[in-house]
DNA sequence: TGTACATCAGTGAACGCGCGTTCACTGATGTAC
DNA sequence: TGTACATCAGTGAACGCGCGTTCACTGATGTAC
């Protein structure tokens, strides 16, 4: 039997979890996550507005579920960005390949980006998102360490917080819209990002560039 | 005759456009910017539901006048850096300067910058946020200018970019509470603080690091 | 100092709306025999 | 291949809620005289 996601009879869409999750998608890229609700994403897909409640409990559920598929997508991203490397790259290739897999997730998967910057949405106590959102900054933290594996534990913090911060900072004002040439044409947005990562990297790798102690 | 806020009679609150703008305040912390509405509001004030209107028009209009605010206490918050600053300060203490009152800003106003976060909640065309907003952005254009006066174009727009985006994502990840050992105790925040500035000034003024063309 | 009056800040009732959640239900599915 | 049946995904009516906005109003204020 097929999957042909609107139905025929009334009851069993089959695949109604996918379709739910696809309307969250829709809804935040049109009117932002606050716009989010189970009626309106059960009427995209199609079905009774009570539908969602089987497969994702409440509101909360719903988006917790979402927020998971992000971190996922995240992690993901990030790791076909190390992919695309030729066999044998340097640990700072490897670093700035993390950037790059972070602002093309943001880029690509608007939708879940977006929702990721809006922690109060979601049920952060929850199992599956604990750990699905555990594992892109993990990557990230590695990839740290590799290119510059004797910092001590200040100068490794101050590294960490510049790389994961600007690449945030970047993707954040990107999506928001915020200084809109920088991201106009597309192709000054990836020559921007690419030099961005190439500073990023550098700050990393510098011997020791933390003096302003105070 | 003194204005005590609460009223005596029940007509003329007196200072009921600052009351309005303070409850905005309380919501965004307790709540978030999503939860402000012009009832809740009014309630805080001590005032009828429908109060708001002769000062701010609608929703959207008190929650621009509320954003317009924020602009303009970042770049007071900017130039208070600034002026901290022993006198004759070479131009990398100033670009620090900058950083470090946007993260100042971010800080102390956090229901301003958690606002400043949502632009799609205010409007974009009011005239008094378009000339506020313009403010801190120029201040930190001047400021990288000074550090670094001969940037070609692409050059220039990358540091801008790693500046403002990191102190940005920096302050954006504390407000939302992300990588919590980052942000306690206090004195280790403003030590990563500084240490980011720090980078970020090492990265504005190194000499060509971008070198990463494809 | 006293009075008349225009202004307009704030009131409160009313409107229509869309929301999340609940609940008894129905009927398609797929398994056991 | 055919039949009985348990499961449970999805239905639709109902609930109570808080919202933004409108609108005729009221009464404090402060100015003109």
């Given amino acids: 039997m097929t999957v042909t996601a609107k139905a025929k009879g009334r009851h069993h869409h089959g695949a109604l979890r996918r379709a739910l999750l696809d309307a969250v998608a829709e809804i935040v890229i049109e009117d932002g996550p606050e716009a989010v609700t189970l009626r309106e994403c059960a009427r995209r897909a199609g079905v009774s507005h009570a539908a969602a409640a089987p497969h994702f409990g409440d509101k909360r559920?719903?988006?917790t579920a979402f927020a998971t598929e992000g971190e996922t997508r995240l992690a993901e991203t990030m790791l076909a960005a190390l992919d695309t490397l030729p066999g044998g790259s340097p640990p700072?290739?490897?670093l700035a390949a993390i950037g790059r897999g972070y602002i093309a997730f943001a880029r690509?998967?608007?939708?879940?980006?977006?929702?990721?910057?809006?922690?109060?949405?979601?049920?952060?106590?929850n199992r599956d998102w604990c750990e699905a959102a555990e594992r892109p900054f993990a990557l990230?933290?590695?990839?740290?360490?590799?290119?510059?594996p004797d910092l001590d534990a200040r100068a490794r913090r101050a590294r960490l917080t510049l790389a994961w911060a600007s690449v945030h900072g970047f993707s954040a004002l990107r999506a928001e819209g915020s200084g809109?040439?920088?991201w106009r044409p597309e192709e000054r947005a990836?020559?921007?990002?690419?030099?961005?990562?190439?500073?990023i990297v550098s700050a990393?790798?510098?011997?020791?560039?933390?003096?302003q102690t105070e």
Same sequence: chains 1, 2.
């Fill in 204 to 211: 990393c790798t510098s011997p020791a560039p933390t003096r």
């Fill in 61 to 63: 559920g719903l988006l």
């Fill in 190 to 199: 990836t020559m921007v990002a690419e030099d961005l990562l190439a500073l």
């Fill in 140 to 148: 990230l933290s590695e990839a740290l360490d590799a290119v510059a």
């Fill in 180 to 182: 809109s040439d920088l």
């Fill in 108 to 125: 690509n998967w608007p939708a879940h980006f977006r929702l990721k910057c809006r922690a109060n949405l979601i049920d952060r106590t």
């Fill in 92 to 94: 700072e290739a490897r």
